[in-house]
């Protein structure tokens, strides 16, 4: 099993409804890199299309694989070296196989169905562990991935639903993140 994860922040949604492009939050990347290299992702994709964006994510990776983060935090530096910054969802794709996007199973992640058929943990669970491509499973920033973005996975994940309903659901990206790699790679054995 090949896995990647990809913060995407553009096409993305704002609270209207409308396709916005995000900017980049370094709590974010810390943390879901930290999460992914825990749960064995291979790579943390960082797609935002706006250089300076792109560029900030790089120095932020730099100062913690390279410069003096590394040295003051040295764990930080394995978790933050799984990072790539790229500028659409096709360069994650062609960063992942050979046949782009055909060559990947792409999934998706959302707070809400939206009406679209999803699949259960249990079940992407069980298609991850025979997974033959690699897979790539897509964190939207603001109000969640666009339309079209949902509308292409090979997989869209159930919303997470904590057991209490609290009414509440608004999770920051980077906690949907460590949730989901734990549902799906998480030990199930644990006491």
Same mark, same amino acid.
């Given at each position: 099993?090949?896995?990647?994860? +990809?913060?995407?922040?553009?096409?993305?949604?704002?609270?209207?409804?409308?396709?916005?492009t995000t900017?980049?939050?370094?709590?974010?990347?810390?943390?879901? +890199?930290?999460?992914?290299?825990?749960?064995?992702?291979?790579?943390?994709?960082?797609?935002?299309?706006?250089?300076?964006?792109?560029?900030?994510?790089?120095?932020?990776?730099?100062?913690?694989?390279?410069? /003096?983060?590394?040295?003051?935090?040295?764990?930080?530096?394995?978790?933050?070296?799984?990072?790539s910054v790229?500028? /659409?969802?096709?360069?994650?794709?062609? +960063?992942? /196989?050979?046949?782009?996007?055909?060559?990947?199973?792409?999934?998706?992640?959302?707070?809400?169905?939206?009406?679209?058929?999803?699949?259960?943990?249990?079940?992407?669970? +069980?298609r991850l562990?025979?997974?033959?491509?690699?897979? $790539?499973?897509?964190?939207?920033?603001?109000?969640?991935?666009?339309?079209?973005?949902?509308?292409?996975?090979?997989?869209?994940?159930?919303?997470?639903?904590?057991?209490?309903?609290?009414?509440?659901?608004?999770? /920051? $990206?980077?906690?949907?993140?460590?949730?989901?790699?734990?549902?799906?790679?998480?030990?199930?054995?644990?006491?």
């Amino acid at each position: 099993m090949r896995l990647a994860l +990809a913060l995407v922040h553009y096409p993305v949604l704002d609270r209207s409804g409308e396709t916005v492009t995000t900017a980049i939050t370094n709590l974010d990347l810390h943390d879901m +890199a930290r999460s992914a290299r825990t749960y064995g992702a291979e790579r943390l994709f960082v797609v935002h299309p706006v250089a300076a964006q792109r560029a900030l994510a790089e120095r932020i990776k730099e100062h913690w694989v390279i410069g /003096s983060g590394k040295r003051r935090i040295p764990d930080r530096a394995v978790a933050l070296d799984v990072l790539s910054v790229v500028s /659409s969802l096709d360069d994650v794709y062609s +960063a992942l /196989s050979s046949a782009g996007r055909g060559g990947v199973e792409v999934w998706t992640t959302a707070a809400a169905s939206r009406g679209l058929p999803v699949t259960s943990y249990a079940a992407t669970r +069980a298609r991850l562990a025979q997974a033959s491509d690699p897979v $790539v499973i897509l964190f939207g920033t603001g109000w969640g991935l666009a339309p079209e973005v949902i509308a292409d996975a090979d997989v869209r994940i159930e919303p997470i639903r904590a057991e209490a309903s609290t009414g509440y659901n608004h999770l /920051s $990206v980077r906690a949907a993140c460590a949730i989901t790699l734990d549902r799906l790679l998480g030990d199930r054995n644990a006491g």
